[in-house]
Structure formats: C-alpha cells, structure tokens
C-alpha cells in the first residue's frame, strides 16, 4: 500500500470514484477515506468474528499504549463495536520512561476519549515501587524483555480482574510476521505456535487474547490512525534496541512485497492456518496448566514469571498484590459507570 503524492492525485476510488487516498497493490485497489476505512475494518471485524468476540455483552479489554498501532485498533474496535453491545475498555500502563512514558499517557487517553471509551491507567512504578529499568538492572537483563514480561503479566491480571473476555492487542501484520521469522531462525516453534489472530481462555487463569489487527500491515495502521483522526504518539520508545532483528526482518519484506504484492498476506493467512500445525509440532497440547502458587495465575511452573522476577528484584512477589490493586480500580470504573 502507498500514500498517494503528486502525480498520482488524479486516482480514483475503485469502489465509488471519489479521489483515492490510497493503492492496495495486493488487492489491486484503489481507495478513497472512506472505503479505505471500510477496508481495514473489514479485516478487523474478521478477526474478532472468527474468535466469536462479536456477541452482545462481550467485554474486551484493549491494551493502549499512545502508539499509532494501539490508536487504530482502537477506533476500529470503537467502530466494528458500536452496534452489537460489545463492550470495549481500553488500559494505559505507564512504564515510566520520562516525557516518552507521559506523552504515551495523553495520547492513549485521548484516544479513548475520542471513542468514548473508559480508560484505565495503571502506574507500574507506583504499584511495584520502583522503575522498570530499576527491576531490569537487578535483573541483568535488557529492559526491553523485563517491560515486556512486567507488561503481559499486568495486562492479564488486569482482564481476570475485570472480568474481560478477551484482551486486543495492536500488533499489525508487519510485527506478526517479524516476530515469527525471527522465532523460526531461532527454531523456537513453540513461540510461533502461540501467534495466531486469538487464543483461547484458560479457566480463570488467563484472558484469551486477539489481535485485530493480524492482516494490517504497519502502513495501513498508520494510514487509517491518520484518517480517523485518532490522536497517537509519533516517538519511538527510548528503550527500544538499535538493530532488532525484527527491524531486520521488517525491511527485508517490505523489498519483496514491493516486487511481488501479496506476499505478506499470503503468508500471514498461511500462518493462521498453520497454527494448529505448529502447536501440534511444538507439542503445545500436552503442557500441563498450573497455578501460580504466589498469585493463582496462568505459571509453567510453581511460580510464574513475574512472581520470580518480582521476588528476585524487588524482595517479594508482587502478582497478588498487583491483582488487588487493579481489583480496587475496577471497582471505581464500575461505580463511576452506574
Ligand atoms: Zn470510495
Ligand atoms: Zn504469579
């Protein structure tokens, strides 16, 4: 997909002829605001309606982080939702990293003020008493992997405690496909195993997640977040690593999808099909579920995760307390709600 500049102003919609705003080579289209939009939405309802989140009462939780990605997902989700009583309640979680983390947070917030969605914020800092680079640095590991350990972990508790059905994150395709070539480098199956458009719940040990925007690419999300006049945050995260793989991986497809449209669609509907294969490979079916025995969620093994890292860094395991926490918030939300 390209932004029309110049020359290539004359184009028109295929749809209804007004002036286009974008081409969609892979789909060999041309598109006005509007059907653009339409589009993208499209896709977006398609996710959520094979995951069956499109049934009233639904209550979804969407992680927001100021981004372009979490700003599109969330209009799109505002939009698709609108009309069939799916509730859709976004979460901010600061992470503390100065005016980037601050930024993050007016953007996120407005991006559900302008869908009238409820939004609520979490400090990570204020709830574990210390920075994220802090726990990193005791840790001896890249703050970029503690984030976002600290981040899955919070963002599940918070959907348990909030009774959320479904938890939508803004990873677009060109993340997806990235993500999974770099695991099939490191031929960790498994990590590719658990990267279809959803997942399923595991009995209240943790949220099923769905990702609305596995068929966007990077541009399209950009695109439709400026269309729809959804505020968002342009910086990149300070944090972020200079040469990622995925950065790698990222250039190298936007090469070929140049030279051959569809290659990115093809292989991100290959991969959902796949899913099952993957898991099945990886042996995924045969894990067995436990509890954390510090904070009663999903764990691959006695203590899960966030558990050991907050007891080896911060002295103590902080799930539960972080689980009451969110549980007081919620309780606000809803009497702010009636
Ligand atoms: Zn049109
Ligand atoms: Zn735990």
Not at 90 to 102: A, D, E, I
Not at 329 to 335: I, M
Request: glycine letters at 6%; a positive charge.
């Amino acid at each position: 997909m390209s932004h029309f500049t110049g020359r290539r102003a004359a184009a028109k919609c295929s749809i209804c002829g007004a002036p286009a705003v974008a081409r969609v080579p892979y789909a060999r289209l041309t598109l006005c605001s509007r059907h653009f939009m339409e589009f993208i939405e499209r896709k977006v309802e398609r996710v959520l309606r094979r995951a069956g989140a499109l049934r009233r009462g639904a209550r979804l939780l969407a992680a927001v982080s100021g981004g372009k990605d979490s700003a599109a997902m969330l209009t799109a989700l505002a939009r698709i939702t609108k009309s069939n009583g799916v509730e859709v309640v976004g979460l901010h979680l600061v992470l503390g990293f100065g005016p980037y983390s601050r930024k993050s947070r007016e953007a996120a917030e407005e991006a559900c003020r302008v869908n009238n969605i409820p939004c609520i914020v979490l400090d990570l800092e204020e709830v574990l008493g210390a920075p994220v680079q802090a726990i990193a640095r005791r840790a001896r590991r890249p703050v970029c992997s503690v984030c976002g350990l600290i981040k899955r972990y919070v963002i599940n508790a918070a959907a348990v405690e909030l009774g959320a059905d479904y938890v939508a994150m803004g990873h677009n395709a060109d993340d997806i496909i990235a993500y999974t070539v770099k695991m099939f480098l490191n031929q960790d199956l498994a990590a590719i195993a658990k990267l279809g458009p959803s997942t399923e719940s595991i009995d209240s040990l943790a949220v099923a997640r769905l990702r609305p925007l596995y068929e966007v690419t990077e541009k399209e999300s950009l695109l439709y977040a400026i269309l729809s006049s959804t505020p968002f945050l342009h910086e990149e995260c300070p944090f972020r690593p200079v040469t990622p793989i995925e950065e790698r991986v990222k250039e190298f497809m936007n090469r070929v999808e140049e030279e051959h449209p569809g290659m990115k669609i093809n292989y991100i509907r290959r991969l959902e099909s796949n899913i099952e294969l993957y898991k099945k490979i990886a042996g995924i079916e045969d894990w067995d579920i436990q509890q954390c025995q510090s904070c009663g969620l999903l764990s691959a093994g006695n203590e899960c995760s966030f558990c050991r890292l907050t007891r080896r860094t911060l002295g103590e395991a902080k799930g539960a307390y972080i689980r009451r926490v969110i549980r007081e918030l919620a309780a606000g939300l809803a009497t702010r709600n009636s």
